[in-house]
Nanobody, 121 residues
Framework: QVQVVESGGGVVQPGGSLRLSCAAS????????MGWYRQTPGTGRELVAQ???????SYVDSVKGRFTISRDSAPNTMFLQMNSLKAEDTDIYYC???????????????WGGGTQITVSS
């Protein structure tokens, strides 16, 4: 059994910063790609940033230069440092991890429950 849990959401003024954390735990054999997505209710989920097992990162154009994704192999934690936040960054942010468990020896996607980010003055 695997759990993926986000933390660090909240309300911030435009230009402010927040740091999101995502922790994966349980019967994990290996984690491949980890990523942050965001979604406004009623719309599709957008990939914001992604990081591979060897540390390669990618970002959606709208957050380049403002957001930084990173991860620690132990204890299977990923972070998203968000600077210079804008009102349009307001959304629910979800952590995704592509995980191979000790039971199923193939990779599957696991999602956290989401954390709300609100950027408002």
């Amino acid at each position: 059994q695997v759990q993926v849990v986000e933390s660090g959401g909240g309300v911030v003024q435009p230009g402010g910063s927040l740091r999101l954390s995502c922790a994966a735990s349980g019967t994990i054999n290996a984690i491949n790609v980890m990523g942050w997505y965001r979604q406004t209710p009623g719309t599709g989920r957008e990939l914001v940033a992604q990081i591979t097992a060897n540390g390669r990162t990618s970002y959606v154009d709208s957050v380049k230069g403002r957001f930084t994704i990173s991860r620690d192999s132990a204890p299977n934690t990923m972070f998203l440092q968000m600077n210079s936040l804008k009102a349009e960054d307001t959304d629910i942010y979800y952590c995704n991890a592509r995980i191979m468990t000790t039971v199923h020896l193939d990779y599957n996607d696991y999602w956290g429950g989401g954390t709300q980010i609100t950027v408002s003055s």
